[in-house]
C-alpha cells in the first residue's frame, strides 16, 4: 500500500509516499520518498510565521515539491497528452483553487505530463495548524483525489509527531510499546501531555495555558536579538553559557498539582531581566539563554515524570519540533530510568523532529488500517483540531 503524504500546517511544505506492507500494527513500513522546504528564512524577518506568506508559498512550491517526491519515490513517469483533463474536471479544480490560482495553473500543466503514480491513497494535515495554510494541502489532496480517483485520509498532526518518534531508517516496524504511554509533545504551536492507553486512543492530561515551549524559544531568543527560528540558536548559546550564573529565572507552575504548563510568565521575565542589563554582551546572553532553556527543562522534566506515575506509564513518548534540544530530551531521558515502570522512552530521529510529511504517511497508514477514509468534500481544515 502507498499512501502520498502532505503536510503544510505551518512552515514548512512536506510531500513524501512512505508505503507498508502487511496488517497494522506489524506492517513493514517504507519511507519512499520524504521532501521538505523549510521557509523558515522568509519568516524570520517576521519573526515568527506569518500566515499569509505561509499559504502563499505551499502554494506556490506544492507541484514542484511534489514532482520531486514522485522522483524520489520512482514513481515519476512522463506520459505526454494521456491524461487530458475533460472540462468538468477542469470546472472543478477551478473552483476547489478559487483562492490559489497559481497552484491551480501550475497543476492543469503538470498533470497531463505525467501517468498516473501507483498510489492506493492520499493522508494530508487537517489540523491542528494554521488554517490558511493548512487549507492549500487540502485542496492539493483533494484536487490529485479528483483527477486520479484516489481515497483521502485526513491526518492529525499531533498523532503524526507522535509516530515519528517510532521511525527508525527507511525502512522499519513500529515496536511493540507496551501501554499506556505518555506523551509530551512540544512544537512551536503545541505543548501537551497526552496519555495513550492503546495505539489511536488519546486522551489529553496537560497542556500550556499560554505560550507553546518553542514559542517560548522564538520569543525569547528575539528578545535576546537571536533570528528565528529561535530553537537552535537559543541551545546554540546555552551551550555556552555558565550552568549556575547570576541570571535567575523562574519554573512556572512546576509546583502545581495539575499537569498544565504555562511559559509566557517566563518570556516576560527575561524581557525584564534583559530591560536591566545596559551592556548585553554573548556571554551574558549565553549565560540567559542557559537559564532559559534550564528553567524550561526542568518544569519538562517534573509534569512528565508526574504524567508518567500518575497514569502508570509504562513507557515515554517525546514529539515535536523542541525535541530537537538534546539538553531537555537528555534530562527526560535519565529521569525517566528512575521510574520503575518506564520501560522504554521513544524521541524522534533529529531529522524527523521538525514538521515533515513521513509522520503524516504514517498516520495516515494508520487510519486507513483503521478504515477511515473520509469523502473528500467533508474534509476541512481545523486550527485547533484535538487528537482523538
Ligand atoms: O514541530 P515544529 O517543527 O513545528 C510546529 O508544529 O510548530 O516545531 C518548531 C519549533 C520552533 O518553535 C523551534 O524554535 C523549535 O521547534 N525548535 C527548538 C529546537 N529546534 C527547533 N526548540 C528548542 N531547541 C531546539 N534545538
Ligand atoms: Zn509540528
Known sequence: MNILAIETSCDETAVSVVSAEGHFPRATYTVRANVILSQAKLHARYG??????????????????????????????????????????????????????????QLLIFIPTIKKPLLDAIAVTHGPGLEP???????????????????IV?????????????????????????????ALLISGGHTELVVIRDWMRYERVGETRDDAVGEAFDKVARILGLPYPGGPEISRAAAKGAPNSEYKLPRPMI???????????????????????????????ADIAREFETAVTDVLVKKTLEAA??????????????????????????????LSGVTSVYTPDPKLSGDNAVMIGIAGLTRLF???????????????????
Open 309 to 338: 506515575k500518575r497514569y502508570g506509564a509504562r513507557t515515554i513518548i517525546l514529539g515535536g519540533g523542541v525535541t530537537a534540544n538534546k539538553t531537555i530530551v537528555k534530562a527526560i531521558r535519565t529521569t525517566a530510568q528512575t
Open 370 to 388: 483503521a478504515g477511515e477514509t473520509a469523502k473528500p468534500h467533508t474534509i476541512k481544515a481545523h486550527g485547533t483540531l484535538l487528537l482523538s
Open 133 to 151: 495554510a493548512l487549507w492549500v494541502g487540502i485542496n492539493f489532496a483533494k484536487a490529485l483525489s479528483l483527477v486520479w480517483n484516489i481515497p
Open 255 to 285: 509546583a502545581t498539582s495539575d499537569l498544565d504548563f504555562s511559559f509566557s510568565g517566563l518570556k516576560t521575565a527575561v524581557l525584564y531581566m534583559v530591560k536591566k542589563i545596559p551592556n548585553l554582551t554573548e556571554e551574558i546572553k
Open 48 to 105: 515568527g510565521v506569518f500566515p499569509n506568506l505561509a499559504k502563499r508559498e505551499h502554494a506556490k512550491n506544492l507541484v514542484p515539491l511534489f514532482r520531486e517526491t514522485l522522483t524520489q519515490a520512482k514513481m515519476y513517469a512522463e506520459d505526454e497528452g494521456s491524461q487530458t483533463l475533460d472540462a468538468q474536471t477542469k470546472d472543478k479544480l477551478t473552483k476547489l483553487f478559487e483562492r490559489e490560482p497559481e497552484l491551480l495553473k
Open 154 to 182: 485526513p491526518a492529525n498532526h499531533m498523532e503524526g509527531h507522535i509516530f515519528s518518534a517510532f521511525v527508525s531508517g527507511d525502512t522499519f516496524i513500529l515496536p511493540e510499546v507496551a501501554f499506556p504511554a505518555v
